[in-house]
């Protein structure tokens, strides 16, 4: 039996240390739009939608419950758009995961 890649893989594997750096240098929400293959809501929200619970809880774990109710605000009325902001919090946050740990 194959074990399902995470969300969080799947960011590893799609993004070079270098662009992931880049990712975590800028850091400012939706990555910037370095995150060439999460740019766009085509593509940033069958992601959430294919795992939102790790991506909530990963968010959740890192910054706070808070955060998540930050991004739920910050987009009234556009259910799109918080899931878009979502990735983007979420790739960032990877982003420095991984970086943190290739510095270990």
């Known amino acids: ?12 594997e799609t993004y070079s240390i270098e662009t992931l750096r880049e990712i975590e240098e ?5 990555s910037a739009g370095i995150a060439k293959e999460h740019s766009f809501h085509s593509q940033t929200v069958p992601f959430f939608d294919q795992f939102e ?3 909530c809880e990963y968010i959740s774990d890192i910054m706070g ?7 739920w605000c910050n987009n009234p009325c556009n259910l799109i758009g918080y899931k878009n902001d979502s990735v983007g919090c979420f790739i960032d946050l990877v ?6 740990e290739e510095e270990d």
Request: proline share 0%; net charge negative; charged share 35%.
């Open 26 to 30: 800028y850091n400012q929400g939706g």
């Open 53 to 55: 619970d790790e991506i």
């Open 95 to 100: 982003a420095t995961a991984v970086i943190e």
């Open 65 to 71: 419950r808070e955060h998540l109710e930050e991004i």
């Open 1 to 12: 039996m194959t074990e399902e890649k995470t969300a969080f893989d799947i960011i590893k």
